[in-house]
């Protein structure tokens, strides 16, 4: 049986902004997250084993500014530049220029991030 209140357009819903993007701002979250666990756990490993960086720009901020900072400065340069790409994806969805939606390609990053900091755990 059909809901009927589903397909009436005349109920307004507060905070209708959050129930349109609750897809982009959960997967924006999970990316944030994955990528402070890429953080930790990179600096957990550089700072108590003998493995080195392999990311050429990342050796190079940990040389010039060490690793904490260095590496916080990658990171957030990183998660600044792909959340502005994302806002522009955004603005594509919406005028229908792609058929990609930007909470996939976000929780492709975040897979990829995870996935990346747990290759750390193979060092350990």
């Not at 959960?26 to 666990?37: D, E």
């Not at 060490?66 to 005028?95: A, Q, R, W």
């Amino acid at each position: 049986m059909k809901n009927p209140e589903y397909y009436n357009t005349n109920i307004k819903q507060k905070n209708k902004w959050y129930y349109h993007y609750k897809q982009l701002l959960l997967a924006t979250i999970a990316y944030v997250l994955a990528n402070v666990f890429d953080y930790i756990i990179t600096l957990h490993g550089l700072n108590y084993t003998d493995a080195v960086e392999a990311n050429p720009i990342a050796q190079k901020y940990i040389t010039v500014f060490g690793p904490e900072i260095g590496l916080f400065i990658l990171k957030s340069i990183t998660v600044s530049s792909v959340l502005i790409g994302i806002i522009g994806f955004v603005i594509l969805y919406k005028n229908n220029k792609t058929r990609i939606k930007p909470e996939y390609m976000l929780m492709t990053g975040t897979v990829m991030t995870f996935f990346g900091a747990c290759f750390w755990f193979v060092c350990f």
